[in-house]
């Protein structure tokens, strides 16, 4: 399965952001996502909040279920699936039944926090979800990927499912990574990208797009930004023109292209682009920027 899924796959598909589809009517969602296939994209990833998000989005397996049926080729895939909005039964009926419906078109991605011990939560979930597996008939088997971030994450993704898919990561996490899944699994790292040449403007907009000046507290990604060698200094309030340049890709269109590659070189077997938007249709027309470039 893994070797269908990454041909399938290849180079370079798109995440776009729970606000960005929840501000899209669906008959816009159909055009844009027939657009992004036209385009040469292999895959759409979709993200979800936890369930105590102040903002709901659009459920994500019912969103997947859009843009399968509005395209004829294009692989749909949870970007991630909150463990804490469906139990684990639910997740894998609903992705089976996917799976059944559109053959080597869904990628299940799996993530969030259940209880104190995320890794311990996230285990049993898989655990419930494979014991669902094998007391139902519905659907087909279906590839499955782990958010992950730190060596334990990438051990349970390596063990219990077909990949890891990093969100918002340096590609000096790329490599480390690939070291830590081995050759056979999937890598599939999400790439922020902003079409803006000014490097004040274009830092600045990353700022405050993501709030990053008020995260003082210390989070997962703090802690592996440590881990990847960035300082308290590059970590701290709006964090480091250095750390915001390596984790963020900003510029022209080759610009970016060129971070996309050097993932790829890596060892990432397909890499997402998630311009920062939340307007869906300006999503689209940048990946439409900057497709020809990919095809280059």
Do not use: C
Not at 77 to 90: H, P, Y
């Amino acid at each position: 399965m893994i070797e269908q899924t990454r041909e399938r796959l290849g180079g370079f598909g798109v995440w776009i952001s729970p606000v960005a589809l929840l501000n899209a009517p669906i008959d816009q969602q159909r055009e844009g996502f027939a657009r992004i296939e036209a385009l040469g994209y292999r895959s759409v990833w979709f993200g979800e909040p936890p369930a105590v998000a102040p903002v709901v989005g659009r459920e994500v397996i019912a969103q997947l279920a859009v843009a399968l049926a509005s395209t004829e080729r294009l692989v749909a895939a949870s970007g991630i699936a909150n463990i804490s909005r469906r139990d684990a039964g639910t997740t894998h009926s609903a992705a089976a039944t996917l799976a059944e419906a559109y053959p080597g078109r869904l990628v299940l991605g799996l993530g969030g926090k259940i209880g104190d011990r995320p890794l311990t939560g996230l285990r049993t979930y898989l655990d419930q979800m494979d014991a669902a597996a094998e007391l139902s008939s519905v659907g087909v088997p279906y590839p499955r990927v782990l958010a992950a971030l730190g060596p334990k994450a990438h051990a349970l993704a390596a063990e219990r499912t077909h990949g890891a898919h990093p969100f918002l990561q340096p590609v000096k996490h790329t490599e480390s990574a690939r070291q830590l899944l081995g050759p056979d699994r999937l890598l599939i790292p999400h790439q922020a990208l902003l079409l803006e040449t000014d490097a004040d403007t274009a830092r600045g907009q990353m700022r405050t797009m993501l709030a990053l000046g008020q995260r003082d507290a210390e989070t997962p990604y703090t802690r592996h930004y440590r881990r990847l060698g960035y300082t308290n200094a590059d970590i701290a309030g709006e964090r480091s023109d250095a750390l915001i340049d390596d984790t963020f890709a900003w510029g022209t269109p080759k610009t970016i292209t060129r971070r996309l590659h050097d993932h790829l070189d890596a060892g990432a077997d397909h890499v997402l682009l998630h311009p920062l938007t939340d307007d869906f249709a300006e999503v689209v027309d940048q990946l439409a920027e900057i497709a020809p470039h990919l095809r280059g």
